[in-house]
C-alpha cells in the first residue's frame, strides 16, 4: 500500500506563509488526483484545493492565496499558503488517488495522510 507523509504545519501570525508537503511512499504507478483538506474544530472537513489531470481548483476562501503543486519525481505534493487569516487554523490532510503496483497487479486506490496542524495567531 502507500502511505502518505505530511510535514510544514506549525504556528504563524497572521500574515505569514508556510509550505505544507505530502510525501507518497510505495510502489505507485501513476497518480490520478492530489488534494488538500482541511478540518476545523466543530466543523466538517472541506476541500482546500485539488490538482487533476492538470487542472486546479481552489476554495473561494483561499483562492489567490493558496497554490497546490506537485513534485512528479518525489511522489510530492505541496500546498503554499500565503497571508494566512486566523480562520484558516485547522488541522490540513493530503489526499491521493493513485494506481499502485503490489508486485502482481495494478490497483487503483487512495490514501489519506495523518494531518498536520496549522496555527494562525498572533
Known amino acids: 500500500q502507500v502511505q502518505l507523509v505530511e510535514s510544514g504545519g506549525g504556528l504563524v501570525q497572521p500574515g505569514g506563509s508556510l509550505r505544507l508537503s505530502c510525501a507518497a511512499s510505495?510502489?505507485?504507478?501513476?497518480?490520478?488526483?492530489v488534494g488538500w483538506y482541511r478540518q476545523a474544530p466543530g466543523k466538517q472537513r472541506e476541500l482546500v484545493a485539488v490538482m487533476s489531470g492538470g487542472t486546479t481548483n481552489y476554495a473561494d476562501s483561499v483562492k489567490g492565496r493558496f497554490t497546490i503543486s506537485r513534485d512528479n519525481a518525489k511522489n510530492t505534493v505541496y500546498l503554499q499558503m500565503n497571508s494566512l487569516k486566523p480562520e484558516d487554523t485547522a488541522v490540513y490532510y493530503c489526499?491521493?488517488?493513485?494506481?499502485?503496483?503490489?508486485?502482481?497487479?495494478?490497483?487503483?486506490?487512495?490514501?489519506w495522510g495523518q494531518g498536520t496542524q496549522v496555527t494562525v495567531s498572533s
Open positions: 489526499n491521493m488517488d493513485y494506481t499502485y503496483y503490489s508486485g502482481t497487479y495494478y490497483t487503483r486506490s487512495g490514501s
Open positions: 510505495g510502489s505507485i504507478f501513476s497518480i490520478h488526483a
